[in-house]
């Protein structure tokens, strides 16, 4: 059993990520990712909608109700963060802020290694991250 879990293991070490959200609201999730976010529009399925960003497909499954979130659901590391931040905010998409968190004025956090995260919603409620990650 061990063994068979190492080679699967093996097997997604190099294996695209394709993330998936859930919607409620196709339409609405349709221009936020496309227009608000940049992402590029690859098709509508019955039940999906297909985005792609940086040779990387983002389903958005449609569904009835929406899960329970417990956290950031899918982020993007970025570069110069303020200048991502500032551009969503001239799209209208507006930076979340957490009580406990050091967020400056912009609302993005600055952990103590450094890395710096901003978090922000999408039509569903789905946590979205934007991260400028220090180098290890």
């Given at each position: 059993?061990r063994?068979?879990?190492?080679?699967?293991?093996?097997?997604?070490?190099?294996?695209?990520?394709?993330?998936?959200?859930?919607?409620?609201?196709?339409?609405?999730s349709?221009?936020?990712?496309?227009?608000?976010?940049?992402?590029?529009?690859?098709?509508?399925?019955?039940?999906?909608?297909?985005?792609?960003?940086?040779?990387?497909?983002?389903r958005?499954?449609?569904?009835?109700?929406?899960?329970?979130?417990?956290?950031?659901?899918?982020?993007?590391?970025?570069?110069?963060?303020?200048?991502?931040?500032?551009?969503?905010?001239?799209?209208?998409?507006?930076?979340?802020?957490?009580?406990?968190?050091?967020?400056?004025?912009?609302?993005?956090?600055?952990?103590?290694?450094?890395?710096?995260?901003?978090?922000?919603?999408?039509?569903?409620?789905?946590?979205?991250?934007?991260?400028?990650?220090?180098?290890?």
């Amino acid at each position: 059993w061990r063994r068979s879990l190492q080679m699967f293991g093996l097997m997604l070490r190099h294996a695209k990520f394709a993330p998936v959200l859930c919607t409620t609201q196709p339409d609405r999730s349709r221009e936020f990712y496309v227009e608000k976010l940049g992402l590029e529009f690859v098709r509508q399925e019955p039940r999906a909608l297909v985005l792609r960003g940086d040779r990387r497909y983002l389903r958005l499954q449609v569904v009835d109700k929406m899960p329970a979130s417990f956290g950031a659901a899918f982020g993007w590391e970025v570069e110069d963060l303020e200048a991502k931040v500032e551009a969503l905010a001239r799209r209208g998409v507006h930076v979340e802020r957490y009580e406990g968190l050091p967020q400056n004025e912009r609302g993005i956090a600055t952990f103590g290694n450094g890395d710096r995260v901003a978090w922000f919603l999408d039509p569903d409620g789905n946590v979205l991250s934007l991260a400028e990650l220090v180098p290890a």
